[in-house]
């Protein structure tokens, strides 16, 4: 299947601070998602973003399908971004969705 | 996202118990998924429902049992559970097989005594 691969694997931050999270592919893709997961477990959905730039407050994500990375930004980071962040992307032809090995981010005011 | 809504939240059981994870959305998504996440791991992929036919089991043991009765719902049967299948189970729904994106529910956390 599709290998997803994320860097980095640990991130720590002062409150405020920005961040550039990656996520680079095998594969061509016609779908990527980035989810947070927070400390409960719960998975939100942040970006559903096959290609392009999109934005939701302080936290946007491009991908370049072409070059098969996509990125993550987080800008004036809060306590409430810690977590993990995972990319998930599907095989072609296929609906299932293989994850990367997720950042763990940890904000400290 | 809190449009999949899985009930319990949590299940302690034992491994002779059988037990059922309930999952349930509104948003007339055709396609659901059932996602087992073991602690500090990504989400992986167990069994994928399309029109509400089994489209993709990933090797799953026999021991996990889905059924989906509506298009709005999906259930996973438990029996004779391990205790390394002790994980968080989480389910997800799309528009359809080939439209994403998914949106997961909170999962059940399931400890197999």
């Known amino acids: 299947g599709i290998q997803v691969e994320q860097s980095p694997p640990d991130l720590i931050l002062q409150e405020g601070a920005n961040s550039t999270l990656r996520c680079n592919f095998s594969d061509s893709v016609n779908n990527l998602q980035w989810f947070h997961q927070n400390p409960w477990g719960q998975l939100i959905n942040l970006f559903y973003?096959?290609?392009g730039t999109k934005q939701n407050g302080r936290l946007s994500a491009t991908t370049v399908a072409t070059e098969r990375y996509s990125l993550l930004y987080i800008s004036s980071s809060q306590t409430t971004d810690s977590g993990v962040y995972f990319c998930?992307?599907?095989?072609?032809?296929?609906?299932?969705?293989?994850f990367g090995t997720g950042t763990r981010l940890t904000v400290i005011p | 996202d809190t449009e999949v809504t899985q009930t319990p939240k949590h299940l302690v059981m034992g491994m002779t118990n059988k037990k059922s994870l309930k999952c349930e959305q509104h948003m007339g998504h055709r396609a659901m998924y059932w996602y087992k996440q073991k602690a500090k791991k990504p989400p992986e992929l167990m069994f994928v429902?399309?029109?509400?036919?089994?489209?993709i089991n990933e090797s799953v043991p026999s021991r996990f049992s889905p059924e989906c009765p509506n298009s709005s719902l999906l259930n996973l049967h438990l029996h004779a559970l391990q205790p390394e299948d002790s994980a968080l189970y989480l389910c997800?729904?799309?528009?359809?097989?080939?439209?994403?994106?998914?949106?997961f529910g909170d999962g059940t956390r399931l400890s197999i005594l």
């Open positions: 998930a992307a599907p095989q072609t032809g296929a609906n299932n969705l293989f």
């Open positions: 973003i096959p290609s």
């Open positions: 997800a729904s799309s528009p359809g097989p080939d439209n994403q994106p998914q949106h």
């Open positions: 429902y399309s029109y509400e036919k089994l489209s």
